[in-house]
């Protein structure tokens, strides 16, 4: 799979054969788009079907990476594991040859559900029960952000509450895009803060590039927690098998990293997972040990205050002390970045005197929150920062949902 044209994008060359009857029918799509189903049903008995590459397929650059692990099929030609975002059985490319035969399944109906659900969610109209305006002046605008919606619209300009702030408040410049001075992810609930003048924008994005802005979140996680408070410094990159999930940056990772853009030798690969790792510092300190359900079910709620605003910090960190958050779909059980955020179990125990919370603990937890309304238990709960036109501290917070 390696020398693949960047200026291509993935053909529709793959087909689905049945291994029955030999019927063939038409792969429109191998990220979940719109594939045909590779399962047929007759009463309860399933039907398997085999999948292999028709001709040569491409995929853009930053894609391919994440559904198939091309630093081992370098150097074995063969891989036979199955993986999270695409769940591929098994790659096969002879020596010297640039076509490599694919063998997969569809994602597991479970992400492929939660996939769907975020896509769905994304598209959902946001309307003014959705706003909670908790300041506002002819600077600045702050609002208490829900959970599962879009802070800002991105390039598929999806509802989200920017939308709903620039329709209601305005700006000095009309332009929607110059009100963003940070954001939360879509399932991160809490304090947001909008500029409405180039000043405000300018003064602010300074004020968190230097780490003038204090943010505190709350979190629940799996597990008991051992330690009352702590601090968490361990520095982040892209993760080279999951992109464009982070990971913990370690010398065994950041060599894989190089040895496969070695290999590979695309430059917009490069620019993709080239970056080297970034200091990452999170204080923590806990505030309960509880149950959840039947009281079989442990979680410990922590304030969380990060110095550093990393892609995925909070929940990357989490994850690596072996305490991933409720209902993280990336970082968690069942998610679709790397076990543990790509830290070694025993290192995690020998630095933080932690250890994993086992598979049939979050798998319980996650069932337990799923039958509920409430998603990543992650909120923004405070957020101290000094006035961008009069200096005047201000401190904006929000109680928690969960």
Not at 118 to 141: F, G, Q, W
Request: charged share 25%.
């Amino acid at each position: 799979l390696s020398g693949i044209d960047r200026g291509n994008h993935f053909r529709n060359v793959m087909h689905l054969k049945d291994s029955e009857d030999n019927s063939v029918q038409r792969l429109t799509s191998i990220d979940g788009g719109n594939r045909t189903s590779n399962q047929r049903y007759e009463g309860n008995k399933k039907r398997k079907l085999s999948v292999r590459t028709y001709d040569w397929c491409c995929l853009p650059i930053q894609k391919y990476s994440g559904y198939i692990d091309l630093l081992e099929v370098a150097k074995s030609g063969t891989l036979n594991i199955p993986l999270k975002s695409l769940d591929v059985i098994s790659v096969i490319k002879p020596p010297g040859e640039r076509e490599a035969e694919v063998s997969f399944l569809p994602l597991c109906d479970e992400r492929k559900r939660k996939r769907e659900l975020a896509y769905e969610r994304a598209r959902m109209p946001v309307t003014l029960n959705d706003l909670h305006v908790v300041y506002a002046d002819d600077e600045i605008v702050v609002v208490d952000k829900p959970s599962g919606i879009l802070c800002v619209p991105g390039p598929r300009r999806n509802p989200s509450i920017l939308g709903l702030v620039f329709e209601l408040f305005g700006c000095e410049s009309g332009d929607i895009d110059k009100m963003v001075v940070h954001r939360l992810d879509m399932d991160t609930s809490g304090i947001v803060v909008f500029a409405r003048t180039n000043r405000a924008l300018r003064v602010l994005h300074d004020a968190f590039r230097f780490r003038e802005v204090k943010k505190t979140y709350e979190a629940i996680v799996c597990g008991h927690m051992k330690p009352d408070d702590g601090e968490i410094d361990l520095p982040l990159r892209r993760d080279y098998l999951y992109p464009p999930f982070m990971r913990i940056s370690t010398p065994e990772s950041d060599l894989a990293t190089n040895d496969m853009l070695m290999k590979l030798g695309d430059k917009g690969f490069a620019r993709l997972l080239g970056k080297s790792a970034k200091s990452s510092l999170t204080d923590f300190r806990v505030l309960s040990r509880e149950t959840l359900g039947d009281d079989s079910l442990p979680v410990t709620r922590v304030e969380l205050m990060p110095w550093t605003g990393r892609t995925h910090q909070l929940r990357v960190h989490c994850a690596a002390l072996g305490h991933p958050i409720v209902a993280d779909d990336i970082y968690g059980y069942n998610g679709e970045g790397c076990a543990n955020a790509g830290f070694s179990e025993a290192v995690m125990e020998e630095i933080y005197g932690m250890q994993k919370e086992n598979v049939q603990l979050q798998r319980g937890i996650n069932s337990f929150i799923e039958g509920g309304t409430q998603g990543l238990c992650l909120h923004a709960k405070e957020l101290a920062l000094f006035h961008p036109s009069s200096g005047a501290s201000l401190i904006f917070k929000a109680e928690s949902p969960f």
